[in-house]
């Protein structure tokens, strides 16, 4: 049997870059550096407010481009495993037409994680309805609905890192809950 092997969220970066987050860890300093940047989570919670905070972004960037007809938090995306989001594309002839069905479904582990972060994954997803390779185009497209897309990217994989090397969540639910009631 072939063994899992745990994804390297911080490939491609530079090995003093790595190193220093891994140092960061090992000190225990990582998640207050990661909750001092990204102190609160957001209160995008329900199916409905993910799919009206996704239509928001789209109409501000991407007018143009086609309906979406679902949005959703899955928790059968596993981030560790797999992806942090998906978005499918289907078409249908329907009579003389051709129909296209369009879903987003962002992991449900962002449900209880810094706006930033939430939408650095929607903006992902929501580019890759005008451009499906992850080329420059993509990222210029990325870039364009969110300046600091980049930054936050690097700032997601390394909490992803983070996550996976101590097994503690930054942003929990209690603690959004008591945000909401605040």
Request: aromatic residues 8%.
């Amino acid at each position: 049997m072939k063994a899992v092997s745990t994804p390297n969220y911080l490939a491609g970066y530079p090995i003093s870059l790595v190193d220093q987050v891994h140092q960061l860890i090992a000190q225990d300093r990582l998640g207050d550096i990661l909750l001092k940047k990204y102190p609160q989570a957001h209160t995008v919670r329900t199916d409905r407010a993910l799919y009206d905070y996704v239509h928001e972004i789209k109409a501000e960037y991407l007018r143009n481009a086609g309906q979406l007809s679902k949005v959703e938090y899955d928790n059968k995306i596993h981030v560790i495993r797999n992806a942090l989001g998906t978005h499918t594309s289907v078409s249908r002839v329907q009579g003389s037409k051709l129909k296209t069905k369009r879903e987003i479904r962002v992991a449900t582990m962002f449900r209880t994680m810094p706006g930033e972060f939430l939408r650095m994954i929607v903006v992902h997803e929501l580019a890759h309805i005008k451009e499906r390779e992850h080329d420059k185009a993509f990222y210029q497209l990325c870039q364009h609905m969110e300046p600091d897309y980049h930054q936050l990217e690097f700032d997601l994989r390394v909490y992803l890192t983070y996550l996976e090397t101590t097994g503690k969540s930054l942003w929990s639910v209690e603690a959004v809950s008591s945000v909401d009631k605040a």
